[in-house]
Every structure is written in C-alpha cells, then in structure tokens.
C-alpha cells in the first residue's frame, strides 16, 4: 500500500508531530550518512532541527522509517559494505531493515514549499497504522481538522 500527496512544510510538519505523538513510536533515518550510525529522531523538536539542517545542505531527498514495538514487527539495522573505489574512501553505511516499518519518503520539490511525502506500507501488521498515517494525511492536505 502506498500513497503519495504534495504538501508544503506547515502540513509535514503537523504530520510528523502527529506521528511522534506516541512516545513509543520510533522514527528513523531510512539510510545514514556514509560512516555514520543512522539518525533517530526522539521528538517533534530534533525533526525539526533534522529537517533544517537537511535543507541548509541544500539535500532534496530525505526517507525515514517508522516503528512501533506495539506492531510486534522485526526491526534491524544493516551495516551496507561499501566499495572505497566509487565512494569516495568511505567504506560503510546503514540502512533499516524489517517488517511493521512504515516508511516516509521526501522529495523536496521546492525545499519548504512543496514536498512530495510518499508513505509506504508493505506488511500486513503495518496496515492499521500505515491507514491511520494516510487518513491523516489526506486530512491535513484538505486542510480539515486545522
């Protein structure tokens, strides 16, 4: 299952603080950086940060990954070998890997203004939060419940 709508910044972020709402709701960084651990993000406030920091690294693509314990998913983190010859020396990165992850894909269209938000969900225990996650979605992009 998988749902795609453009939004601007003011809607992702109401939907992330929609998401983060559940203290037990973890969100992650799809991929980390090359020879960096991958990112949590604990709280509304560090998203922010996170997504400002991206922008002024003029980035155009962020993916984050989902998980709540609750889902009783699997959730790993897998350290991806990388070739030093084509990455520049850098030899790993991580990535998440599992089931009952929701995953977010941004694409930064016109930085704050426009921003495609993908949301997929791919496991059977993820549908009832990943269905919550999209009605959200499609509420906030109507502009209902402001």
Request: glycine residues 6%; contains cysteine.
């Amino acid at each position: 299952m998988q749902r795609t709508e453009n939004i601007n910044k003011e809607k992702l972020f109401e939907l992330i603080e929609f998401i983060l709402l559940d203290s037990k709701t973890e969100l992650y960084e799809s991929y980390s950086e090359m020879e960096s651990e991958l990112v949590r993000i604990n709280n509304f406030s560090e998203f922010k940060d996170y997504f400002e920091h991206s922008i002024s690294e003029k980035k155009t693509q962020l993916g984050f990954g989902i998980y709540n314990p609750e889902s009783r998913g699997k959730f790993t983190i897998t350290k991806l070998k990388l070739d030093p010859k084509y990455c520049n020396g850098k030899t790993y990165r991580n990535r998440i890997d599992g089931w009952g992850i929701i995953f977010v894909h941004l694409n930064l269209l016109n930085a704050e203004n426009e921003i495609e938000c993908r949301i997929s969900v791919t496991q059977k225990k993820e549908l009832k939060i990943g269905k919550a996650l999209i009605l959200n979605l499609e509420i906030l992009n109507c502009g209902i419940g402001k």
